[in-house]
């Protein structure tokens, strides 16, 4: 139901807005503010994406939880998205998605709003023959290619 309101309201804000803005500043300049927030938009989320996917694989090196670059890349991916459709309310909700702290106070209310369930790995009974009831003992002997094929297959 909200996904379906946001798909109501977001173009009645923008054609709205575009009809404020353009009859204040006129068509071309509207349109110019337009291309030029496009424009700054894709360098910024270029500029961003990039650091941020240093930021995951230094987490990936030093084994630290890569949730939040992650999440930073994904609200990037969705600025870049918002940027580069055209509309004023979009930019100004991209723009904020670039901005770190705002980016923080989204996963942080997103978090808040996630359940938080514990997941519990338990190992399994002893067995009855001990830790060792799965080793079967055997003996081998080396085969190289010139020795043909084992017999336990149909070569």
């Given at each position: 139901?909200?996904?379906?309101?946001?798909?109501?309201?977001?173009?009645?804000?923008?054609?709205?807005?575009?009809?404020?803005?353009?009859?204040?500043?006129?068509?071309?300049?509207?349109?110019?503010?337009?291309?030029?927030?496009?424009?700054?938009?894709?360098?910024?989320?270029?500029?961003?994406?990039?650091?941020?996917?240093?930021?995951?694989?230094?987490?990936?090196?030093?084994?630290?939880?890569?949730?939040?670059?992650?999440?930073?890349?994904?609200?990037?991916?969705?600025?870049?998205?918002?940027?580069?459709?055209?509309?004023?309310?979009?930019?100004?909700?991209?723009?904020?998605l670039?901005?770190?702290?705002?980016?923080?106070?989204?996963?942080?209310?997103?978090?808040?709003?996630?359940?938080?369930?514990?997941?519990?790995?338990?190992?399994?009974?002893a067995?009855p023959g001990?830790?060792?009831?799965?080793?079967?003992?055997?003996?081998?002997?080396?085969v190289s290619?010139?020795?043909g094929?084992?017999?336990?297959?149909?070569d």
């Amino acid at each position: 139901m909200r996904l379906l309101l946001a798909f109501i309201a977001v173009p009645l804000i923008e054609i709205g807005l575009f009809i404020q803005i353009g009859g204040a500043i006129g068509l071309w300049p509207t349109l110019v503010i337009v291309l030029l927030t496009a424009i700054a938009g894709t360098w910024l989320v270029r500029s961003q994406g990039a650091q941020t996917l240093q930021n995951l694989q230094s987490s990936f090196q030093n084994t630290k939880d890569p949730t939040e670059p992650l999440a930073h890349g994904a609200m990037i991916l969705f600025a870049g998205a918002l940027l580069l459709t055209p509309g004023f309310f979009t930019d100004a909700v991209g723009f904020l998605l670039l901005f770190p702290p705002f980016r923080m106070f989204v996963m942080h209310n997103i978090r808040s709003r996630l359940k938080n369930s514990n997941i519990n790995f338990k190992t399994s009974p002893a067995r009855p023959g001990g830790p060792d009831a799965d080793v079967i003992e055997g003996q081998f002997k080396p085969v190289s290619p010139e020795d043909g094929p084992s017999g336990w297959t149909k070569d």
